[in-house]
T-cell receptor, first 116, second 112 residues
């Protein structure tokens, strides 16, 4: 069964520094997608970045990059130059290629706090 | 605003009452999802629609829960005879032909 594990319940980072949020996954599928979402205290889930299992290059979106290590089944999110507004919950999620409907399975989340 | 819209944003109800949440997906998105999220947890899949057809339901969706998507546009999630354990945030999301699922701001339910 597919599973997402986020082992860091909480992380602190100094403003303007980079931070890595860990995510490991388990799947028997060869085709799958990995996602990161940000959830501020308001509750909305904001899409950040996507990595397909067949993508050879790591995905990047502005200050976000995804460190994809397929053999290790890890998909860590790197946020560069942290800003105070980055303080939020961050969720890693996976969608198996054969998953009916393409539903996402989420990890437990990591709460990131950016210190001024 | 062309994002996923949910209402009401907050609902407080007495145990045993029925509640209904509405979701308006992004226009022309044919897949619509409902998730539930409790404090400190990631969202859990409840059900999804492809246009007006409900194609999958999680075991989390008890008989007290019913979801509809008439005409394949907006969707409603009704909870009958609410229990305190139903207190959670209910998230709606939609997917276009691409890879990304876009979420709404969620509907918070508190059962007292």
């Amino acid at each position: 069964a597919q599973k997402i594990t986020q082992t860091q319940p909480g992380m602190f980072v100094q403003e303007k520094e980079a931070v890595t949020l860990d995510c490991t996954y388990d799947t028997s599928d060869q085709s799958y997608g990995l996602f990161w979402y940000k959830q501020p205290s308001s509750g909305e889930m904001i899409f950040l970045i996507y990595q397909g299992s067949y993508d050879e290059q790591n995905a990047t979106e502005g200050r976000y990059s995804l460190n994809f290590q397929k053999a290790r089944k890890s998909a860590n999110l790197v946020i560069s130059a942290s800003q105070l507004g980055d303080s939020a919950m961050y969720f890693c999620a996976m969608r198996e290629g054969k998953s009916q409907g393409g539903k996402l399975i989420f990890g437990q989340g990591t709460e990131l706090s950016v210190k001024p | 605003d062309t994002g996923v819209s949910q209402n009401p944003r907050h609902k407080i109800t007495k145990r045993g009452q029925n509640v209904t949440f509405r979701c308006d997906p992004i226009s022309e998105h044919n897949r619509l999802y409902w998730y539930r999220q409790t404090l400190g947890q990631g969202p859990e899949f409840l059900t999804y629609f492809q246009n007006e057809a409900q194609l999958e339901k999680s075991r989390l969706l008890s008989d007290r829960f019913s979801a509809e998507r008439p005409k394949g546009s907006f969707s409603t999630l009704e909870i009958q005879r609410t229990e305190q354990g139903d207190s959670a945030m209910y998230l709606c999301a939609s997917l276009d032909s691409g890879n990304t699922i876009y979420f709404g701001e969620g509907s918070w339910l508190t059962v007292v």
